[in-house]
């Protein structure tokens, strides 16, 4: 049986490193897609759409023989309340962002998509995170040394400094960081 090629379609530093924990091997290619919220839609909606939208775009870049590939494709939003929170424009985006998510807790949604030739799974995860307080020094102090402008809600749980504030956590840690590794993990046996 000749195994099937597995595509992460992410630019993703932090989800490469979290599908490589699979031991399988894998390629990314990057994919470039309009991430455009619909209020009209749910949050669950909204992240596993873009999934798929990123997921299909990947599967036109595919040579022919690659359309047998499994791809994965993920989307990853902060909530707080009904608020999304996406990826901070600068410095003071970001401290607002922290600023509002300290000492209450907010959800984190990953949608996924696993995509080869006409099988699709599309899937939502969603992991509550509590903070600890953190002083304006502090948040100044994170973003200066982990500059998290690339991170959905101006944080990476897993950079050293947040760890020091992480107070709770319900669901998937993987999940928060990018990529909720044993909901794709299980949802990959189909497609294998």
Do not use: W
């Not at 902060?78 to 962002?97: C, H, Q, S, W, Y």
């Not at 504030?165 to 794709?184: A, D, H, Q, W």
Request: with cysteine; proline share 4%; charged share 25%.
């Amino acid at each position: 049986m000749t195994r099937r090629a597995l595509v992460l379609a992410s630019q993703s530093p932090r989800r490469r490193e979290i599908l490589s924990l699979m031991k399988l091997p894998f390629e990314t290619i990057a994919v470039e897609t309009k991430e455009i919220i619909d209020m009209s839609l749910s949050i669950e909606d909204n992240v596993t759409r873009i999934a798929l939208e990123k997921a299909e775009a990947a599967a036109a870049q595919l040579p022919e023989h690659g359309r047998n590939a499994i791809i994965i494709t993920a989307d990853t939003v902060v909530t707080k309340g009904n608020r999304i929170l996406g990826k901070p424009a600068g410095f003071d985006d970001a401290f607002e962002m922290l600023k509002s998510l300290q000492n209450r807790s907010h959800r984190v949604y990953t949608g996924f998509v696993l995509l080869s030739g006409e099988h699709t799974h599309t899937e939502c995860v969603a992991t509550t995170v509590e903070f600890d307080p953190m002083t304006d020094s502090e948040i100044k102090r994170y973003l200066l040394s982990a500059k998290p402008y690339d991170k959905a809600g101006a944080y990476g749980i897993q950079d050293p400094l947040m760890a020091c504030f992480v107070k709770r956590i319900e669901g998937c840690y993987y999940n928060v960081v990018g990529l909720p590794l044993s909901r794709v993990c299980k949802a990959m046996k189909a497609f294998l």
